[in-house]
């Protein structure tokens, strides 16, 4: 069964970084794409940005040039790193893993960035 397990959101003020994990069991992580999300409140959950198995990230164009994404194979853990972060960041988010056509997702951990 696969578990996501999200941390290291909080409360940080504008211009501030935060670096989220998010920790896969039940899989063989290294072979799955894995991505980060988010939802704000009253809007849709939106990508933030993806990493393949192997191959180029992709990062939504809000948050270039702000944040990276990677992943640790050996601790089964992928990251995202945020770094000047905007009140317009303020989020739950949420990690996923695709395997095939089934999408898993980690429960969120929250992000309010104040200005």
């Known amino acids: 069964q696969v578990q996501l397990v999200e941390s290291g959101g909080g409360l940080v003020q504008a211009g501030g970084s935060l670096r989220l994990s998010c920790a896969a069991s039940g899989t063989r992580f290294s072979i799955y794409a894995m991505g980060w999300y988010r939802q704000a409140p009253g809007k849709q959950r939106d990508v933030v940005a993806r990493?393949?198995?192997?191959?180029?990230?992709f990062y939504a164009d809000s948050v270039k040039g702000r944040f990276t994404i990677s992943r640790d194979n050996a601790k089964n853990t992928m990251y995202l790193q945020m770094n000047s972060l905007k009140p317009e960041d303020t989020a739950v988010y949420y990690c996923?893993?695709?395997?095939?056509?089934?999408?898993?997702w980690g429960k969120g951990t929250l992000v309010t960035v104040s200005s």
């Open positions: 996923s893993l695709t395997v095939g056509l089934m999408v898993y």
């Open positions: 990493i393949p198995a192997g191959g180029s990230t």
